[in-house]
């Protein structure tokens, strides 16, 4: 018989699903609490780390700095201690010295090699310059002292140079400021004779920078010599002390080696040996007593050492300033959190916006299109004028060349039936006597013949090089050559006149121009100047001239062309350079040729002008192109 049971009247309630990590991480931020915390921590974590990468990058800075003011000191040491090195072996050649040191003992050339080291020392802007011989006494000198303590040692040592304290006049100690000094022997035959001593005071570039500390109180410089001991500092109190660490023994040492004008001072504590271009934090000597940088840079020629110690106040600022920006930053971004919210319907607006601009974008950038078409079409219209042009000029530049060949050829012409007329004499003359058998008469005649028939070629030769159409080549063109052949062209035209033609040129003298063309601007200045002085009044003397000067340094040079011309007024050398202005009669220019010329020198690279001379010379053409060579002057 199966068995049930009553159900139960109380039915108990289903688990509630734990909530998510997404929910919990939204319950979070939807607390205001939760965002004071975070900002709390960003603040913090700002702070510190503000603090240090500033430190840090600062210091990095302050080193970078260092170094160059470092060099910069290095560089303006030496270049001060090296700047009369020159000054010893200068004078270690002077033949008073060389026979002071053969005659030590004579006083009147004492006083005279004396005399000779005051002018020099005066010259020279150096302290002092004296003679000693081999013992180190002084022979002469630029002014009267006692020799360094250091001198005879320095001389057994073969030393060229040593640093030194001023000996006291009274009892020969070192006192006074430390002293450079150079030093050069001076041998005969192996033997050394003496020395020539120039003594340099370094208290003028120790005072710039006492000076310079003073004003920026961030930098302090020290000298140190090869004994650890500085010589020079920014810092008057840091002077003659000990650079690292010295017991009692080493400083009698010191002091009894007279480099020193004073008592050698207290122990810096500053490193002993640093590496070249590496930074130390150290804590700086008394008056100070901070944490500086240290930085050092060696002067091996010199055996020294230059140490700058940079002040770190502007690093401790720049650092708070920083973690105080760091804090601020952190608790921006705390902040930001809450600006997101607010943010999201900017964005919408901001998508929205974005389209609108996206479509103007494309509307200009088809507007840009249409527009660069029409640009496009007026380059390619200029570009096809440009070069309808430039045949235009090439053209009216070969007519203009055969206008002036139009213009001598009548002198030409009886240039050349001159020597035809003599070569039908000549040739006549000859058969006569070669039937009378006269042959060496006979030989003189050919000999005339072929010099008339040589002088056509080059005549012939010469218009036709001028004529023909020019190649723009980039090439050295000796300029006294183009003068002769521009010459050669108008020589016809100054038979009947009493011209004087100077051409005061380099034969080496090369421009850089091409010398078809260059002939052809000279051949346009020559025959105005020609033209202008045919109406010079009286039987006055004619000058044709052609001088060059150089320009920036010889890389490009100044050829002027000057007559003896009546010349013109000041109102109408503006309009020179004019196309079809002329001062000549009708039919005898066409206003062209300055023009023309003016167009090939500007092509050289030059520039063509005419002024007014000074009475004798009326007009002055100056053409300023490249050179290439000016060595030896050649007149012709």
């Known amino acids: 018989m199966p068995l049930s049971f009553p159900a139960s009247s109380a039915s108990s309630p289903a688990p509630a699903d734990p909530p998510s990590v997404r929910q919990r991480v939204s319950l979070q931020l939807s607390r205001p609490g939760f965002y004071l915390y975070v900002t709390g921590v ?29 060099e910069l000191y290095a560089a303006n040491l ?54 000693a011989d081999a013992d ?11 020799p360094p303590p250091r001198l005879a040692l320095a001389i057994s040592q073969d030393r060229h140079h040593f640093f030194a304290a001023d000996a006291s006049p009274v009892d020969g100690a070192a006192t006074g400021s430390t002293n450079f000094f150079l030093l050069q022997t001076i041998r005969r035959h192996q033997r050394l004779l003496g020395v020539i001593v120039v003594k340099l005071n370094l208290a003028p570039l120790e005072a710039t920078w006492v000076d310079l500390g003073l004003r920026s109180q ?7 010599d090869d004994q650890g001991v500085v010589i020079m500092s920014s810092v008057q109190a840091w002077k003659y002390a000990v650079l690292s660490e010295a017991d009692a023994a080493q400083r009698e040492q010191l002091q009894a080696s007279a480099r020193y004008p004073q008592a050698v001072g207290p122990n810096l504590g500053l490193p002993a040996v640093l590496e070249a271009y590496n930074s130390l934090l150290v804590k700086a000597p008394p008056p100070a007593s901070t944490t500086v ?151 003189d005649n050919l000999q005339a013949m072929d010099d008339m028939v040589e002088r056509m070629g080059r005549i012939t030769r010469q218009l036709k090089s001028f004529a023909r159409k020019a190649e723009g080549v980039d090439a050295a063109s000796p300029l006294l050559a183009s003068v002769r052949n521009a010459y050669l062209l108008l020589e016809h035209r100054t038979r009947d006149q009493r011209l004087f033609f100077e051409a005061q040129i380099p034969e080496s003298l090369r421009v850089r121009a091409e010398a078809n063309r260059l002939e ?21 003397d004619m000058t044709l001239r052609v001088i060059t000067e150089p320009l920036d340094g010889g890389q490009r040079v100044l050829i002027k062309v000057q007559d003896s011309g009546p010349g013109l007024d000041e109102d109408l050398l503006p309009r020179l350079f004019e196309p079809f202005f002329t001062t000549k009669p009708a039919g005898e220019g066409l206003g062209l040729g300055l023009v023309i010329s003016s167009k090939i020198v500007h092509e050289f690279g030059g ?26 002057e050649a007149h012709v």
Do not use: C
Request: charged letters at 25%; proline letters at 2%; a neutral charge.
């Open 42 to 70: 960003l603040m913090v974590v700002g702070l510190v780390l503000g603090h240090r990468l500033s430190e840090r990058a600062s210091l990095d800075q302050l080193s970078a700095l260092a170094t160059e003011r470092l």
């Open 78 to 131: 030496s270049t001060e201690l090296s700047r009369h090195a020159y000054l010893p072996s200068l004078l270690a050649i002077d033949e008073e010295v060389g026979q002071l040191m053969q005659h030590p003992a004579d006083e009147s050339l004492r006083r005279q090699v004396s005399q000779t080291l005051a002018r020099v020392n005066v010259r020279a802007g150096t302290t002092q310059i004296f003679v």
């Open 136 to 146: 180190g006494a002084v022979l002469a000198a630029s002014e009267p002292l006692l």
């Open 218 to 224: 961030g930098e302090r410089i020290l000298v140190a």
């Open 293 to 443: 940088l240290a930085q050092e840079r060696q002067l091996l020629p010199l055996g020294l050492r230059l140490l700058a110690l940079s002040d770190l106040t502007e690093v401790r600022r720049q650092a708070r300033l920083a973690a105080w920006s760091g804090a601020a930053f952190g608790a921006a971004v705390g902040m930001l959190a809450l600006y997101l919210a607010a943010r999201r319907r900017a964005v919408r607006q901001l998508f929205v916006a974005k389209t609108q601009l996206q479509d103007a974008h494309a509307r200009l950038e088809r507007t840009v299109d249409e527009r660069t078409a029409e640009l496009r079409q007026s380059n390619d219209a200029l570009k096809e004028q440009i070069a309808q042009r430039e045949q235009t000029e090439g053209e009216l530049l070969q007519a203009s060349k055969l206008a002036v060949l139009g213009q001598m050829s009548a002198g030409l012409s009886h240039e050349v039936n001159q020597p035809l007329t003599a070569l039908r004499a000549l040739a006549r003359n000859a058969q006569r006597l070669l039937e009378n058998g006269r042959t060496q008469a006979v030989a």
């Open 520 to 540: 052809q601007v000279l051949v346009n200045l020559f025959a105005n100047a020609l033209d202008a002085m045919k109406d010079t009044e009286g039987d006055r």
């Open 607 to 632: 520039t063509l002008r005419a002024r007014r001379l000074d009475p004798g010379m009326s007009l002055e053409f100056d053409l300023a192109v490249d050179a290439w060579n000016a060595e030896e």
